[in-house]
């Protein structure tokens, strides 16, 4: 057909956008885990990039237990979160799509194993206090992730640059 590219061509010409995945865990007592990067200042969501043709479950699933050693079950999809390209990454920077997961809930007894090189340590922080350890752009998923877990409803939660 003129005017069209072929379905190779005209895939390449599409913008992209990273995925990324993580996990709300609690542990039954209104707290959610967090973890502490090491290359960061801040706490965050045990989670992290999806791999070249990985889902975002899986990756969320992958990601969990390469960071805590933890096998579990992941469950619903509590937020999706949307943000523009940081300028920082250059001209090419592209958005971030991040699904956030219900991690369920550790069990008593639960051993985690933190990924020495990237994590530097892990806590369970309550729920109404997790401004203290979190930055805004993480702190507003965290929180719509948390609300959705209890309504049963899963959320959108768009985000800007800056």
């Not at 706490?43 to 990039?49: D, E, F, H, T």
């Not at 791999?51 to 969320?60: D, L």
């Not at 809930?105 to 994590?119: C, F, I, K, T, Y």
């Amino acid at each position: 057909m003129p005017g069209y590219l072929p379905p190779e061509q005209w895939h390449a010409t599409l913008p992209g956008v990273i995925a990324a995945a993580a996990a709300v865990i609690g542990d039954g007592r209104d707290r959610v885990l967090l973890v502490k990067p090491n290359y960061r200042d801040h706490w965050a969501l045990p989670g992290g990039v999806c791999e070249r043709g990985e889902s975002p479950h899986a990756a969320c699933a992958r990601e969990v237990a390469e960071e805590l050693g933890l096998d579990l079950e992941i469950g619903r999809l509590l937020a999706v979160d949307w943000s523009a390209a940081e300028p920082a990454y250059g001209p090419d920077a592209r958005p971030v799509v991040r699904f956030i997961f219900d991690g369920g809930a550790l069990p008593d007894g639960a051993s985690v194993v933190l990924q020495a090189d990237e994590l530097d340590d892990w806590r369970f922080a309550p729920v109404h206090r997790l401004a203290d350890y979190l930055p805004a752009h993480i702190l507003a998923r965290t929180v719509a992730a948390v609300r959705a877990l209890r309504s049963g409803s899963a959320c959108y939660v768009p985000q800007v640059a800056g």
